[in-house]
């Protein structure tokens, strides 16, 4: 069982920055993908970021390459998402994930979300132009 408790959603301005914070809780080691995913209001939810655990090779949507950063501190247990230069476009509530699935960075973002079984309660990021 994956626990993931995800912090540091706020309201700024277009091209203003944010940190998220997830803490991650994983007894068993399981996790083979940790990444961020968001939802808008009526939009489906979308992928946003992943790491694959095994290799530490991260992935990007195109839409936030080049202004957002996935990092890690195995230390702490703890996921981060930088975001430099929001759009309004960024606006939604951000998910922490977790996969146990050996290929959860395979394919397309939406195929990589379906292998993700293990999800925080989601925070707010609001962009305002």
């Known amino acids: 069982q994956v626990q993931l408790v995800e912090s540091g959603g706020d309201s700024v301005q277009a091209g203003g920055s944010l940190r998220l914070s997830c803490a991650v809780s994983?007894?068993?080691?399981?996790?083979?993908?940790l990444g961020w995913f968001r939802q808008a209001p009526g939009k489906e939810r979308e992928g946003v970021t992943l790491i694959f655990t095994v290799t530490g090779n991260t992935y990007y949507a195109d839409s936030v390459k080049g202004r957002f950063t996935l990092s890690r501190d195995k230390d702490k247990n703890t996921l981060y998402l930088q975001m430099n230069n929001l759009k309004p476009d960024d606006t939604a509530l951000y998910y922490c994930?977790?996969?146990?699935?050996?290929?959860?960075?395979?394919?397309?973002?939406?195929?990589?979300?379906?292998?993700?079984?293990?999800w925080g309660q989601g925070t707010q990021v609001t962009v305002s132009s």
């Open positions: 994930a977790a996969s146990d699935h050996i290929t959860c960075s395979v394919g397309s973002w939406s195929t990589r979300l379906s292998r993700f079984g293990f």
């Open positions: 994983d007894h068993s080691s399981s996790s083979q993908c």
